[in-house]
Each structure stands twice: as structure tokens, then as C-alpha cells.
């Protein structure tokens, strides 16, 4: 199984980047759910949202602005980050898990993902 994020670059505060996460290695896309985190310099790495069928869920600092999908025929998911923040400033990695969806309180812990991409950096800045 690999994971393929890219995506990230240079943004101005206020504008939009989309994020991608390519899925390989599974014979179905049933099988897994995927998450994103981040890790912005000096901070431990966190949740910023998480997709399984319809059930979507995110972290209270991004939710209004940060939108996930997925496309199951072209096995990747997507990140749409709106109206981003220098606090936004991170490496943005997509993990997956095997199995069943997650529960609300337990999608931002990372001992729940079995696979990891590596990250793509995403610098927002004037």
C-alpha cells in the first residue's frame, strides 16, 4: 500500500489549495478510510480531518474552511483548504486504515492508521 500526498506550495493568507492524496495497494476502495494530519514546526502532529463513505469529520480549527472528499474511481482524496491562515503553515500528511470507519473521538489519534504518506508542505504566507 503506498499514499502519494502533493499538492502543497505557497499560499497567500485568504486564498484556497487543494490537496491531494493518492491510494495505491488496496483491491477495493471500501476497504480503507482515509485522514489528513499536519505537523506545523515545533508542534506535535494533528488531525485536521478525516473521510469514510459519507462520514466526515474535523478538527474545530479548520471546520467551515477545510473541505474532504474522495474520488473512489480514481483512488485519492482531496483536501480543499478555503480562506487558509499562517497558522495553516504545516506538513500536511494523508494516512489510511484498514477496516472499519472510526468513531468522532478516536479519527485524530494516529495509532489508528496503518499506512503513511509523506507529507507535502504547505506555506501560508504574504
Known amino acids: 500500500v503506498q499514499l502519494q500526498a502533493s499538492g502543497g506550495g505557497l499560499v497567500q493568507p485568504r486564498g484556497s489549495v487543494r490537496l491531494s492524496c493518492a491510494v495505491s495497494?488496496?483491491?477495493?476502495?471500501?476497504?480503507?478510510?482515509i485522514a489528513w494530519f499536519r505537523q506545523a514546526p515545533g508542534k506535535e502532529r494533528e488531525g485536521v480531518s478525516y473521510?469514510?463513505?459519507?462520514?466526515?469529520f474535523y478538527a474545530g480549527s479548520v471546520k467551515g474552511r477545510f473541505t474532504i472528499s474522495r474520488d473512489n474511481a480514481k483512488n485519492t482524496v482531496y483536501l480543499q483548504m478555503n480562506n487558509v491562515k499562517p497558522d495553516d503553515t504545516a506538513v500536511y500528511y494523508c494516512?489510511?486504515?484498514?477496516?472499519?470507519?472510526?468513531?468522532?473521538?478516536?479519527?485524530?489519534?494516529?495509532?489508528?492508521?496503518?499506512?503513511w504518506g509523506k507529507g507535502t508542505l504547505v506555506t501560508v504566507s504574504s
Open positions: 494516512a489510511a486504515r484498514r477496516g472499519f470507519r472510526l468513531i468522532a473521538s478516536a479519527w485524530g489519534q494516529q495509532e489508528h492508521y496503518d499506512y
Open positions: 495497494g488496496f483491491p477495493s476502495s471500501d476497504l480503507y478510510t
Open positions: 473521510i469514510a463513505d459519507s462520514t466526515k
